[in-house]
T-cell receptor
């Protein structure tokens, strides 16, 4: 498997500010990472696929200018929520694939609250 | 977009009982996976069943897949309080992207 960390685990910010969330693959070099969003008592919704060294691929309906993804190294992807609004409050989770398997390994998630 | 539905949405049972959760999906798949999520945490992979498999076991878990009905079930036998969590099915059709079902919230009471 793979060990994935996220930082911070919780963040509270004011409306209009930007927040950066880090996702690190601690023991595996990940060319691809995935970012999900989860609202309370709901399922995970894939936001984007983060590709090392190239632009992220966003899912339909996800604003690429609002959710900036940078995957500058094989162990780190960042998600920046720009000009955050209360409706962006959610649980953000990243994951990585390992090798040729279809299994994904998830980070512990980041709880974002925008006031 | 979500792939499909899971039922029940919530399930409450006593320790020792079996828990069965069902998942339906809409498109062709390479495989179907089940994940577990404890409250406020990330997801943990439980089991993967390929499209050419019909049943798979892992410890107290049994997963079935019926591609003709586009459905899968997860059975947890002899449940324990520690099994309390949300369970999600996820399908993979390509590019390693996972599409998750709505999830079942399982509560196991001691």
């Amino acid at each position: 498997g793979a060990v994935v960390s996220q930082h911070p685990s919780r963040v509270i910010c004011k409306s209009g500010t930007s927040v950066k969330i880090e996702c690190r693959s601690l023991d595996f070099q990940a060319t691809t990472m995935f970012w999900y969003r989860q609202f309370p008592k709901q399922s995970l919704m894939l936001m984007a696929t983060s590709n090392e060294g190239s632009k992220a691929t966003y899912e339909q309906g996800v604003e690429k200018d609002k959710f900036l993804i940078n995957h500058a190294s094989l162990t780190l992807s960042t998600l920046t929520v720009t000009s955050a609004h209360p409706e962006d409050s959610s649980f953000y989770i990243c994951s990585v694939n390992v090798g040729q398997t279809y299994e994904q390994y998830f980070g512990p998630g980041t709880r974002l609250t925008v006031t | 977009s979500q792939q499909g539905e899971e039922d029940p949405q919530a399930l409450s049972i006593q320790e020792g009982e079996n828990a069965t959760m069902n998942c339906s999906y809409k498109t062709s798949i390479n495989n179907l996976q089940w994940y577990r999520q404890n409250s406020g945490r990330g997801l943990v992979h439980l089991i993967l069943i390929r499209s050419n498999e019909r049943e798979k076991h892992s410890g107290r878990l049994r997963v079935t897949l019926d591609t003709s009905k586009k459905s899968s079930s997860l059975l947890i036998t002899a449940s324990r309080a520690a099994d309390t969590a949300s369970y999600f099915c996820a399908t993979s059709g390509g590019y390693n992207k996972l599409i998750f079902g709505a999830g079942t919230r399982l509560a196991v009471h001691p």
